[in-house]
């Protein structure tokens, strides 16, 4: 089985300050790991997504993440914060087997303040 | 790009009617899936659907729900006599394979409100 969890519901950053999103996994199984955005009134996008490649992962807009699995750990930063970057982030996991079902974090809330 | 469309965008129905929910998968996509999101709660993983059967589903979908790809593009979910609870954001996915690495691409998402 396996779980994301994403501590707070609620990240406020300065425009051009660092993003630091959590995110972390509980998988019984090497997993895929997957970060989507979601902007209002929109469908869920992929930003980046982990596959065993690299453990450094980049994706759209800036964003990366780093596998870490001593932590079981795929946090997502972006250096410096846009206005654009205000929206709902989702971490999921995946396993790799036959199962292929996404299991996701409740999300949290980026704002960005001027 | 190719995208996953979803209609209606919101649906508002009385308890115990019955709803369905429509979605056009990118067209050379084979594994469908639904996902929901009462607000304020985790997207959860509803079903996922290949080559015209169910593939896996949770232990939500119970028998109110069915899916079915009533033509070549269509994926349909309905839900027979709706409940409260099932009021939520109803999101429609597809993705090319059932490989874990690969993307499952969303809907925009239906926001079903059960009165």
């Known amino acids: 089985a396996q779980s994301v969890t994403q501590l707070g519901s609620h990240v406020s950053v300065s425009e051009g300050a660092l993003v630091l999103l959590r995110c972390n996994y509980s998988s019984s199984v090497p997993p895929y790991l997957f970060w989507y955005v979601q902007y209002p009134n929109q469908g869920l996008q992929l930003l980046l997504k982990y596959t065993s490649a690299a453990t450094l992962v980049k994706g759209i807009n800036g964003f990366e993440a780093e596998f870490k699995k001593s932590e079981t750990s795929f946090h997502l930063t972006k250096p410096s914060a846009h206005m654009s970057d205000a929206a709902e982030y989702f971490c999921a996991v995946r396993g790799t087997g036959a199962n292929s079902k996404l299991t996701f974090g409740k999300g949290i809330t980026l704002s960005v303040r001027p | ?115």
Request: charged content about 25%; aromatic content about 14%.
């Open chain 2, 1 to 115: 790009e190719p995208e996953v469309t979803q209609t209606p965008s919101h649906q508002v129905t009385q308890m115990g009617q019955e709803v369905i929910l429509r979605c056009v998968p990118i067209s050379n996509h084979l594994y469908f899936y639904w996902y929901r999101q009462i607000l304020g709660q985790k997207v959860e993983f509803l079903v996922s659907f290949y080559n015209n059967e169910i593939s896996e589903k949770s232990e939500i979908f119970d028998d109110q729900f069915s899916v079915e790809r009533p033509d070549g593009s269509n994926f349909t979910l309905k839900i027979r006599s709706t409940k409260l609870e099932d009021s939520a954001m109803y999101f429609c996915a597809s993705s090319e394979d059932r490989a874990g690495y690969n993307e499952q691409f969303f809907g925009p998402g239906t926001r079903l409100t059960v009165l």
